[in-house]
């Protein structure tokens, strides 16, 4: 062990006296990350979504089959909404998804949506084939996403429509009035991006 000794007590005081007083010193703050959004669960149809701060709900239920979110103030026009329809159990999703689709790309072309994509949600299921448990890769939900372009005097929208495996049909549009779309563009999208669907079976909402 490595012993200090001072030999000069004059010196030993000003060593003393030049060391900083750590008593003194104030805490640094904690840094606490603001909450960004809020999710909403809702459990009858197996689906969530986030809505950001500073948006409040304006009608409708989150947890039933329909409700409308706007951006506060009002007066910029942004706003978040969704529904859903049951269709007849001979409706084919599939069909409408491929038809729709075909339709959206077209308008693509033509320059009336600046975005198109399928979007589907595949999950992976156990099954019994011949007394065994195996697990495959299913479809849960058959969708699409359109963006549409800016057009005067009019709104402006993002649209994302999807079917379950109970023929329920979902239409969730993210609107804007076209002179403020790009204002809230980002948090529309986020919105959009947000909503996820979860098997029934294995739903923890």
Known sequence: M?????FNTSAALLLLISLPSFAEKTPAPIAVNPVQETIYKNKAYHFWFAIPVGWEKQSGNPSSDNSLFMQIPISNSCSFQFNI??????????????TFLANAYHDLRLNKL???KRRDTWIKEKVKEKGKD???IAILTRGWEIT????SQKQ???????????NRYFNFVATAASEKFNFCAAELHKIIDS??????QTTRL
């Open 134 to 136: 195996k697990e495959r």
């Open 195 to 200: 909503i996820s669907f979860i098997p029934q």
């Open 2 to 6: 490595t012993k200090i000794v001072f």
């Open 156 to 166: 402006q929208r993002i649209i994302y429509q999807v079917y379950d495996r109970e």
């Open 85 to 98: 329809t049951p269709m007849s159990a001979t409706f084919s999703a599939e069909f409408a998804a491929t």
């Open 114 to 116: 600046s975005a198109v």
């Open 148 to 151: 549409e372009k800016k057009q």
